[in-house]
């Protein structure tokens, strides 16, 4: 396997290792090799965290799907130290995901709140809906039949509402007895 890299960089080694051989290691392997070094340790932790301990550090970023692009932008939001209020805006983060990786990427996003951000989200995956904070539905239909507020308030309230989202929900409930939405904080 060629390297991108001068002989005389990979003459530099850590641990035994070249910057090549260090850009193959996956993000678990590096949380484990870089534990002495906090900013590095702390960023593969929560890229492990965050479900991506597979990929290697010096994969392309062509390669990824794109839950795993949201996920590893996610990482270095969490991990960077931002001052002040930011909003982040996401469209249909969930797309591709398996319900994994989903629980992960929602833990990830309430890191954010927790951190004191607003996070927006744009879905329809029922789970993400169900853990929010605040829904706000349009309809009533799709395209030209919608863009009217149908529903605004905290996921118990969208089960008893009169939408398609509240009927969603409430089906999901009936087949899913460990299905419960977020109630009013």
């Known amino acids: 396997l060629g390297s991108r890299f001068t002989p005389q960089a990979d003459s ?3 641990k035994e290792l070249n910057v090549s051989q260090v850009l193959q290691l996956t993000f678990e392997q590096a949380r484990a090799i870089f534990i002495n070094h906090r900013k590095i340790h702390q960023a593969c932790k929560l890229a492990c965290e965050l479900g991506l301990g597979y990929l290697t550090l010096g994969q392309s970023s062509s390669t990824l799907s794109g839950g795993e692009s949201q996920r590893l932008k ?6 960077g130290s931002r001052r002040g209020h930011t909003i982040y805006i996401l469209d249909e983060p969930t797309t591709g995901l398996h319900r994994l990786d989903v629980a992960l990427l929602l833990k990830g996003l309430q890191g954010l709140v927790q951190q004191g951000h607003s996070v927006v989200v744009i879905e329809h995956d029922a789970d993400t809906i169900s853990r929010s904070d605040w829904v706000l539905e349009l309809g009533p239909g799709p395209g030209a039949l919608g863009g009217n507020v149908v529903f605004q308030g905290v996921p ?21 007895s460990s299905f419960k939405p977020a109630r009013a904080a």
């Open 74 to 79: 996610l990482t270095s939001e969490l991990h």
């Open 156 to 176: 118990s309230e969208l089960v008893r509402a009169k939408t398609a989202w509240g009927a969603a929900l409430r089906e999901r409930i009936a087949l899913h």
């Open 12 to 14: 530099v080694r850590f």
